[in-house]
């Protein structure tokens, strides 16, 4: 995309979910917020899965661990935002030091370590309740404010954290390792044998998308108010977000966070209308986009107006 | 002596229901190079049927295996012709998701016609003591069954001209392609084989295990453990695969309570995914 329609099609965005509060209730807010977040965590995913190309399963971890990592300090005290700071760092390095283990893995092993780092870290957490409560969860300290000042709160700071994994993909894709991790993407060998420092840029990607989903996982867990491990570590968490970027276009700047914001309004409609069989219906969901969208929604752009710049 | 022999029995026995339970997962991966997400809930589907055909026409879950096992051939054949087929050479994600896609629509429609309430046939068999050991009757019969369907497999893929051509696309699909076998049929017929012994393993579980929703992921996890442990693609692989974790999680049951079973069997496949992706018996290309 030219940068002037990327920058407009960024601002315009941003500037709907922000201004939620002006034009809806307080669920069209809460639904603002759940999009802006599950944008965050797509956008994360798309450094490591869409322009490294390796299938990483592993972002319920970093959300659960930036969940537990926040939690935890705000109980011993930490004030809130300090709290959401540790978490990002911490889960960070957490990721850089099991990227450097798992990014040996290529292809299917790769996925499958990825989903087991997922299972591990519930199992771990739910096993040691001298630390964090194990099943029964951990409650968080209640942010005062009434119910609409919070939803907004919570809608700005979601906001945020997607304005800046999205200002990062934008740094990331005109960096030397934007060009550096498409190279692996399309040949991982050739990259190596060209002087690209595989490892290291694997790495890189690797933490950058952990940061934003551990930001998102405490930011989310303060909102909530309350945390346990089988909802912080998901599998279909897991794969909900690699479905969004997918859906929207994994390997473009913009492409995640659309998925996500057309996968959570889908969602939306059919929780309200279909109870009984949402589940299913995401399902079939998956089923049609990758039958009959294999490029996600930017590249319908492409084919409805031919030499239209993509 | 006596609590260690039994940790060991008990092991063996959970270990030869893994591989039962895996090896159908395992020739999916090993052959299609697909991770079948469905697997999970195949076997509780396997499960349910049984149940169903116990509680409501009294019928007996030995009985109910070949029958099981036909309608889930079907299931898994038809899965594969419609819709698999058309990207099953695309990347890893493109395949996962979809099955993840399929595996979602099956449980939501299994949550919905049997309600994820746990159920469970008790055959009431009650138990044999060998010296200071005890085995449930039943456990005892499920594992012997387990095992049995294990071997056929490993017999019809030896045995068999199907079996000889699933073996010939694993090693090379453009030279078994060349020899005149339709590929095509062969991952048809190979996923139908790894939705029957999903099936199958199903059958054996509804007597020992609840049967609910609610597992199909530790199911799915436990047949993970298993293929990178024994490596993937071979009966043999899933045998040894099983009865590692089957050990495992009952020596870690043992010493650090039945909380740190799974995560043990998880550890486990960590440290080989990174030390030996081959797994234990698996042969090196053959990942």
Not at chain 1, 153 to 169: D, E, P
Request: net charge positive.
């Amino acid at each position: 995309m030219k940068p002037l329609p990327l920058y407009a099609s960024l601002v315009v965005g941003l500037a709907i979910l922000a201004a939620a509060p002006l034009y809806g209730d307080n669920y069209v807010v809460r639904t603002a917020a759940i999009v802006a977040m599950y944008g965050a965590l797509a956008t994360s995913w798309n450094f490591i899965g869409g322009f490294t190309g390796y299938p990483s399963f592993s972002t319920a971890a970093f959300f659960g661990l930036g969940a537990y990592v926040g939690a935890l300090c705000q109980r011993s005290g930490v004030p809130m935002v300090v709290a959401w700071a540790i978490a990002s760092v911490a889960v960070a390095a957490f990721a850089a030091l099991l990227g450097g283990i798992l990014l040996r893995l290529r292809g299917h092993y790769f996925a499958i370590g990825s989903i087991a780092v997922v299972e591990l870290c519930r199992l771990i957490v739910s096993s040691w309740s001298s630390l964090t409560g194990g099943g029964d969860g951990l409650n968080l300290p209640l942010v005062q404010g009434t119910p609409e000042d919070l939803m907004r709160f919570f809608l700005m700071v979601m906001l945020v954290i997607l304005a800046a994994s999205l200002l990062v993909t934008i740094l990331v894709d005109r960096s030397r390792l934007g060009f550096g991790l498409r190279c692996i993407h399309q040949n991982e060998d050739a990259a190596a044998m060209v002087g690209v420092n595989t490892t290291a840029y694997k790495v890189a990607a690797y933490t950058l998308s952990a940061v934003f989903c551990a930001a998102a996982g405490a930011t989310y867990a303060s909102w909530t108010g309350y945390i346990d491990p089988t909802d912080s570590f998901q599998i279909v968490l897991t794969v909900k977000v690699v479905v969004m970027a997918l859906l929207g276009g994994a390997g473009t700047i913009l492409g995640p966070a659309i998925g996500a914001a057309a996968f959570v309004l889908l969602e939306e409609v059919f929780w309200a209308n279909f109870i009984d069989w949402n589940r299913a219906i995401l399902g079939l969901v998956i089923v049609v986009l990758i039958f009959f969208l294999p490029g996600g929604l930017l590249s319908l752009r492409r084919r409805l107006m031919p030499g239209g710049a993509a | 002596m006596a609590i260690y022999l039994q940790t060991l029995v008990n092991g063996l026995m959970l270990g030869a229901l893994y591989a039962c339970l895996a090896v159908g997962f395992s020739l999916v991966w090993g052959v299609l190079n697909v991770i079948n997400m469905l697997h999970g809930s195949f076997i509780i589907l396997g499960g349910y049927l049984t149940y169903f055909a116990w509680h409501a026409y009294g019928i007996h879950p030995v009985i109910m295996l070949p029958v099981v096992a036909a309608l889930m051939f079907a299931l898994g054949f038809a899965l594969q012709r419609g819709l698999i087929n058309k990207v099953v050479s695309a990347p890893v994600l493109t395949t996962l998701t979809l099955t993840f896609g399929l595996d979602m629509i099956l449980y939501n429609a299994m949550t919905y016609f049997f309600t994820a309430t746990p159920r469970r046939i008790t055959l009431d068999l009650g138990a044999i003591s060998l010296g200071p050991i005890t085995l449930p009757v039943d456990r005892l019969l499920g594992t012997g069954l387990a095992l049995l369907l294990t071997l056929l497999l490993y017999a019809v893929m030896r045995g068999s001209s199907i079996g000889r051509a699933i073996v010939a696309v694993r090693m090379d699909r453009m030279a078994a392609e060349l020899m005149g076998i339709r590929t095509d049929r062969i991952y048809a017929i190979t996923f139908g084989i790894g939705a029957l012994m999903a099936g199958a393993a199903g059958v054996v579980f509804a007597t020992i295990f609840p049967i609910t929703t609610n597992v199909t992921g530790i199911w799915l996890g436990k047949a993970f453990v298993v293929c990178v442990v024994g490596g993937l693609g071979s009966v043999p692989g899933a045998l040894v695969g099983g009865l590692v974790l089957g050990l495992v999680e009952s020596f870690a049951g043992h010493w650090f309570g039945p909380q740190q079973a799974m995560t043990a069997g998880f550890l486990l496949m960590l440290v080989l995914l990174l030390t030996r992706p081959t797994g234990l018996v698996g042969v090196k290309g053959y990942e």
